[in-house]
């Protein structure tokens, strides 16, 4: 089936510092792929996405590279600042439906 | 101007209740969901409405009925409520037009089962 797994959190980082959160995906075909962020108390919204193989979608610092040859969408950012606190979901789109991974919950500390 | 808007945003209910939540989304989606999401943040689907037809509906137990009266509104009726389906719900709307559809999120509904 359709799948998505992620690193486990709470991922703790310093202001600054490097992220990476893990993604890999287990797909029939060739699915889009996106990041959503969920911030406290609120909804999620889409952070970046990527449609097919080699693409990287960008946004706010963030990056991720659709991999195919790795089934993996890791999501990258230089330096994290504590407005970056969220839960991070990474999912892929099939069949007209979303699948979530179970999110990773990321804390910047000043 | 709110694109998905949920109603209540919190909601306290005791067991055996019937309640709902209402959805709207001023965005011209023809796509509208239904999600779940528990204590441990994971987010599950429910139901995904196309053009008001029912497309996805996973295991969900029959207490929960969606209804979509028109494109724009996608509700959430619960029957005899239990203390596990205290939860978070999201509402959530898309185009797909064939492209890969980016979804749009309400805020979310706390419910609280007592």
């Known amino acids: 089936g359709n799948s998505v797994t992620q690193m486990e959190g709470p991922v703790t980082l310093s202001e600054e510092a490097f992220l990476t959160i893990n993604c890999t995906y287990t797909a029939t075909g060739y699915p889009s792929l996106f990041w959503y962020v969920q911030y406290p108390g609120e909804g999620l919204q889409l952070l970046l996405k990527?449609?097919?193989?080699?693409d990287k979608g960008s946004n706010k610092g963030f990056e991720a590279t659709y991999r195919k040859e790795t089934t993996s969408f890791h999501l990258e950012k230089g330096s994290v600042q504590v407005s970056d606190s969220a839960v991070y979901f990474c999912?892929?789109?099939?069949?007209?439906?979303?699948?979530f991974g179970a999110g990773t919950i990321l804390r910047v500390k000043s | 101007d709110t694109a998905v808007s949920q109603t209540p945003k919190y909601l306290v209910t005791q067991m055996g209740n019937d309640k709902s939540i209402k959805c709207e989304q001023n965005l011209g989606h023809d796509t509208m969901y239904w999600y779940k999401q528990d204590s441990k943040k994971f987010l599950k689907i429910m139901f995904s409405y196309n053009n008001k037809e029912l497309i996805i509906n996973e295991t969900v137990p029959n207490r929960f009925s969606p209804k979509s009266p028109d494109k724009a509104h996608l509700n959430l009726h619960i029957n005899s409520l239990e203390l596990g389906d205290s939860a978070v719900y999201f509402c959530?709307?898309?185009?797909?037009?064939?492209?890969?559809?980016?979804?749009?999120f309400g805020q979310g509904t706390r419910l609280t089962v007592v």
């Open positions: 999912a892929l789109e099939y069949g007209n439906k979303l699948v």
């Open positions: 990527a449609t097919k193989a080699d």
């Open positions: 959530a709307s898309s185009r797909y037009s064939g492209g890969s559809p980016e979804a749009f």
